[in-house]
């Protein structure tokens, strides 16, 4: 079920508000940041994708992302600030690159895009994924 869609369009925006979500544990390596992820839609959900960009940022770090509204992330252990961070916010602790936000206010406001990869539970060889040429950019 892992298809690869070399697509070039841009993140996805907000989700409808009656859209179906599921919420998902996620931490860093070492567990010093802890927070809980809900995604619209479910991962398991048939339409649900997987960003996976080809620039050097995100090959290097690992990425497979989501996009989800910043108030769809809580934090139980941590918090957004205390993330070293230069657009990409990682654990000083082990180095775990969790999430992006746009510094930019007029790109992609009020969005965060979540590490997938640091997410509990969560099957990723079986989920769909999206190609995205950031290199070019």
């Given at each position: 079920?892992?298809?690869?869609?070399?697509?070039?369009?841009?993140?996805?925006?907000?989700?409808?508000?009656?859209?179906?979500?599921?919420?998902?544990?996620?931490?860093?390596?070492?567990?010093?940041?802890?927070?809980?992820?809900?995604?619209?839609?479910?991962?398991?959900?048939?339409?649900?994708?997987?960003?996976?960009?080809?620039?050097?940022?995100?090959?290097?770090?690992?990425?497979?992302?989501?996009?989800?509204?910043?108030?769809?992330?809580?934090?139980?252990?941590?918090?957004?600030?205390?993330?070293?961070?230069?657009?990409?916010?990682?654990?000083?602790?082990?180095?775990?690159?969790?999430?992006?936000?746009?510094?930019?206010?007029n790109f992609f406001t009020?969005?965060?895009?979540?590490?997938?990869?640091?997410?509990?539970?969560?099957?990723?060889?079986?989920?769909?994924?999206?190609?995205?040429?950031?290199?070019?950019?």
């Amino acid at each position: 079920m892992s298809d690869t869609d070399k697509s070039n369009s841009g993140p996805p925006g907000a989700p409808p508000a009656d859209a179906p979500t599921k919420t998902y544990d996620a931490s860093c390596h070492c567990g010093a940041f802890k927070y809980s992820v809900t995604a619209s839609p479910p991962l398991d959900d048939p339409s649900a994708v997987l960003v996976e960009c080809n620039c050097s940022i995100c090959v290097s770090n690992g990425y497979l992302l989501i996009y989800v509204p910043n108030e769809c992330i809580v934090f139980s252990s941590g918090s957004i600030e205390q993330f070293k961070r230069m657009g990409h916010h990682f654990c000083g602790t082990c180095g775990a690159s969790c999430m992006i936000r746009s510094k930019d206010p007029n790109f992609f406001t009020g969005m965060t895009c979540i590490n997938a990869r640091m997410l509990q539970g969560v099957e990723l060889e079986k989920l769909k994924r999206k190609s995205v040429d950031g290199k070019s950019f």
